[in-house]
Each structure stands twice: as C-alpha cells, then as structure tokens.
C-alpha cells in the first residue's frame, strides 16, 4: 500500500468514526411527527438505533477493507460506492438519537477494528469469496432489521421509516453482490457470522 493511500484509508477510518456523518438523501421519516415516547420506550428505540449506528460503523469497516484487497479494481470501485451508500444509514441513525438524547456505542472503534480486519481477509481469499461474504453480511442484517420492525413502537413512524429504507437498501447491495459472482459461503462461516452479530448487537444495545 501506497503512503498516500494509507493516509487516505486512515482519514476514512477517522471521518467514520469521529466525524458527523452526512447524508444527501433525505431523511426517511423526517416529515413524520414525532411520537409519544414514555421513558422505557424510548430507551429501547435508542438501543436498537444505537445497534444500527454500529452495524453501519461495521459496515464502513468492512467496504474498506474489502476494497482495500479485493484483486479487481472495478470491483474495489462497486464496494467503495456501496460504502458511500452506508454513509447515509451511518448519517440517519446518528442523527435520530441524537433526537431521542441518546449516545452512539461507546465501543465503535472496536467495532471498526475487528470489522475492518474480517474485510481484508475476506478480500484477501478471492473475488467471489468477497462478494459472498458481502452478499450474506446483508441478508443477515437484513433479517436484523426485520427483528427491529417488529420489536420498535408502532408510534415511532420516524424511527421505522429509517429502518424500513435501510432494510431495502441492504437488500439492493446483497442483490448486487449476487449479480457480480457471489458464491454461497460454507454453513458453518455462515453460523459463526451470526454468532459474531449476537454478541455486538447485544453489547451495542447497551453500552
């Protein structure tokens, strides 16, 4: 790697984890009046939108990484897009709990550490490897966020239209990397992934 390409991921890493993310889309549910919360509800909204805010700091790590050693540069170009995409997800959760007094996961650079290790190695194995690994990171979040559907305040209709757009949005890229090649990872890979995202949403919900 280049010095000037370190800089440039190490910048990355930065702006992911200690910037205000942006969006240039707009908000989904920002028209929707905010709900009634009592104080049990909306300590249980901010935990799941605190876990979301985490997968998506996950999901930087991952793109990157991934991008970083993936061995085909129009490929390398189609995971740094699909990160840009992440950056909104990253942008609306931030900001809807900052809207219920709520604070991000006090252990995102740890999120993003192990998070951008898996990415490397899942590029450094091979292209259709690569995508598989994307591919199945995105159903599982996918059926991640159909969980928090089900678990958020049917009153909170600014919360669910964000979990709502980033349940289809996740869906797009899982699509995407099966339209470029990707393979079915093996089960027991597939297991020890989930296993991983019970424990870092679990830890996310609360501290």
């Known amino acids: 790697m280049s010095v000037d390409l370190a800089i440039v991921e190490f910048d990355r890493a930065l702006r992911s984890l200690f910037a205000p993310a942006r969006s240039t889309r707009v908000v989904p549910g920002e028209a929707v009046p905010e709900a009634m919360l009592d104080e049990a509800q909306r300590g249980h909204v901010v935990g799941l939108m605190r876990v979301n805010h985490s997968g998506e700091i996950c999901a930087q790590a991952l793109y990157q990484g991934q991008a970083l ?5 129009v490929l390398s170009e189609t995971l740094r897009s699909a990160a840009g995409e992440e950056v909104e997800h990253l942008a609306w959760t931030e900001q809807r709990i900052a809207e219920l007094g709520g604070r991000t996961s006090l252990l995102n650079p740890l999120w993003y550490t ?3 290790s898996l990415g490397l190695l899942a590029g450094a194995v091979g292209d259709k490897w690569n995508l598989g690994f ?3 990171t995105e159903r599982q979040v996918e059926a991640h966020l159909d969980g928090h559907l089900v678990s958020l305040p049917l009153a909170d209709g600014r919360s669910r239209a964000i979990v709502e757009q980033m349940r289809l949005d996740e869906r797009g890229h899982a699509n995407m990397a099966v339209e470029l090649g990707a393979v079915e990872l093996p089960l027991i ?3 020890a992934m989930q296993f991983a995202a019970k424990i870092m949403t679990a830890v996310a919900y609360r501290i």
């Open 189 to 191: 890979v597939r297991r």
């Open 114 to 116: 192990g998070s951008l």
């Open 69 to 73: 050693t993936c061995r085909d540069s």
């Open 134 to 136: 994307l591919a199945e």
